[in-house]
């Protein structure tokens, strides 16, 4: 999607004097991020065993038993939920990405998810509480602009820890040309 498409999406959420500046889209597809170095093993060993669990509990003789059956049950949720944690949340992270969007007017920072019901979250750029800037090498990278990790870790019900598009923290996340934005944003924070 181009910045024209993203800037027609907060047409009407500007006051009169309002103008956007920039607007765009996180980075699309698939994304892995920092915190998946520690994520990703603890996936495979709880997704691992949830998958063990099933197979044993399933492949079992015997399984007319009622006892049998408990176990099969039981295990049914853990791997519902290793699978999530090993695969699905990278496939839940991209939806939500295509659905978010951010625009840098001169008056506010704002931030737009979904599009049946969207969620804006708006920002006065005068009175930022903060502006953390992360850089990767290619020139993306995000800005957070209030919160912490701890934030979006427990946000939405601790799935921010997973899905970073559901993190507490209002932020740009993983944008193309993050420096011009960045100093975008710093420029209309001096006017």
Known sequence: MNSLDA????????AADENVLWAGQPKQGL???????????????????????????WILPGG???????????????????LYMIVGRFFHDAMIRKTQFYAVTNQRVLML?????????SLDIRRLPKLELSERSDGTGSIVFEGNWM????AMNGFGLWTPSLGGSSQFLQIRNLRQVYDLIRAQDRI
Not at 151 to 154: R, V
């Open 31 to 57: 994304m892995v991020s920092g915190k998946d170095i520690f994520l990703i093993p603890f996936t495979l060993l709880w997704g691992g065993f949830a998958i063990f669990w099933n197979a044993m509990v």
């Open 64 to 82: 007319e038993q009622a006892g049998l059956w408990f176990f099969r049950l039981w295990g049914l949720p853990f791997l519902v939920v290793g």
């Open 7 to 14: 800037t027609d999406r907060f047409k009407s959420y500007l």
């Open 151 to 154: 934030t979006s870790a427990i």
């Open 113 to 121: 998810r979904g599009r049946k019901q969207p969620k804006l979250t």
